[in-house]
Structures are given as structure tokens and as C-alpha cells.
Antibody
């Protein structure tokens, strides 16, 4: 059974750095073709893909945020970490991690999401 | 960046009705790189359709997707109570982008 779960702070202050962790089970980075993505959704708004890390360690980020984003992984712990610097109230959103496979770009499994509010 | 425009923004319908949701892309995408998701309040999106027309595991057959080029649709043949939700399309032909969503609400 594939599961993903996000964890991290619910509240961060403007200019601070956000660190979120995605802990997953039911698959591993040892499997060729596995990708773990980060996607966010501001309250009442649409989804936005942030970036991903692949089974082979390759990383990709959305162009608009690439200077602020870092995605890393701890394969032994089945975790993927998202770091976003210089947080702004506009970054208030529910942050999801989601899996896809190299065979298809759709996201077949999602975490429950974690709401991050940026406020002083 | 490929922009996806969904219409209508809100669709009011009754249980048992057939409804069709539209997703238009700003440039042509391969029909194998379009997905549809259902999202209910407080929940993560759930994959319904990938490859424009392939139902994901667990998706009821009343959901069908079709389209090509820049025009794609999701049809629910007979709305059930559990289908009232927001639906998003997603393209993965050129990285990833999502439409702004269509809310299906009770008439």
C-alpha cells in the first residue's frame, strides 16, 4: 500500500525558511522510474507544481521559484525534504507531496497535505 | 508554460444528470499527457483519468475522458451524490501545469 505524508511547521514568519518533509511507504527510490513531487495549493485556488526528485537523484524545479527551492532526499528513511527560502504571505498554501512514475506524468498517490501559513 | 483553461468555473447539476467539463490548452499537447483529478473539501486531489482517456484504478466507469490537441473533456454520465466536487485537469507534456478547476455543485 502506497502512502505519503507531509510534516512540518503550520506557521512561519515572513523571510523565514520553510522545511517540509514527505515520508512515504509502499515504494522506494530503489525502484527505477520513481519520482516524488511537491505541489501546493493556496486556499481556494488552483494547484501549482513546485518540483520533484527522481529515483536517480535528478531534481527539477518550476522556473518561477527555482531560486528559492531545494528538494533533497534521505533514501534510507524514505523521505523527501522541501526547503523554500524567503517565505512570503503569498506562499500560504497547503503543500502536498505526490508520486509519479517515469511511465506517466500524472500523480497517482498524494499525501494528505499540510497547511502552511506565512504570517508575522 | 502551457496554460490550461477550464470551463465552466462552476457547473450546477442534479443527481442523475450527464455533465461535461472542458479543459483547453494554450498550445497543443499530446493526448497521452493529460490527466483529470477530483478534489473534495479538505482532501488531496484524487487521480481519475490519465493519458486523456484511461481511467485510474478505482475510477468508476461513469467517468470518461477524451480529447486531443488543445481540447479535452471529462464527462460524468450520471452524476452521483459523491461526485459533487472540484475537478482539475493537468498537462504533463511540458513539465506540469493545472487548470483553475471546475466546481460541480448541486442544482
Amino acid at each position: 500500500q502506497v502512502t505519503l505524508k507531509e510534516s512540518g511547521p503550520a506557521l512561519v514568519k515572513p523571510t523565514q525558511t520553510l522545511t517540509l518533509t514527505c515520508t512515504f511507504s509502499g515504494f522506494s527510490f530503489n525502484t527505477s522510474g520513481v519520482r516524488v513531487n511537491w505541489i501546493r495549493q493556496p486556499p481556494g485556488k488552483a494547484l501549482e507544481w513546485l518540483g520533484r526528485i527522481d529515483w536517480d537523484g535528478d531534481k527539477h524545479y518550476t522556473t518561477s521559484l527555482q531560486t528559492r527551492l531545494t528538494i533533497s532526499r534521505d533514501t534510507s528513511k524514505s523521505q523527501v525534504v522541501l526547503t523554500m527560502t524567503d517565505m512570503d504571505p503569498m506562499d500560504t498554501a497547503t503543500y502536498y507531496c505526490a508520486r509519479n512514475l517515469i511511465t506517466d506524468g500524472s500523480f497517482d498517490y498524494w499525501g494528505q497535505g499540510t497547511l502552511v501559513t506565512v504570517s508575522s | 508554460e502551457i496554460v490550461l483553461t477550464q470551463s465552466p468555473a462552476t457547473l450546477s447539476a442534479s443527481p442523475g444528470e450527464k455533465v461535461t467539463l472542458s479543459c483547453r490548452a494554450s498550445e497543443a499537447i499530446s493526448d497521452t499527457y493529460l490527466a483529470w483529478y477530483q478534489q473534495k473539501p479538505g482532501q488531496a486531489p484524487r487521480l481519475l483519468i490519465y493519458g486523456a482517456s484511461t481511467r485510474a484504478t478505482g475510477t468508476p466507469p461513469r467517468f470518461s475522458g477524451r480529447g486531443s490537441g488543445t481540447e479535452f473533456t471529462l464527462t460524468i454520465s450520471s452524476l452521483q451524490a459523491e461526485d459533487f466536487a472540484v475537478y482539475y485537469c493537468q498537462q504533463y507534456y511540458n513539465w506540469h501545469s493545472f487548470g483553475q478547476g471546475t466546481k460541480v455543485e448541486t442544482k
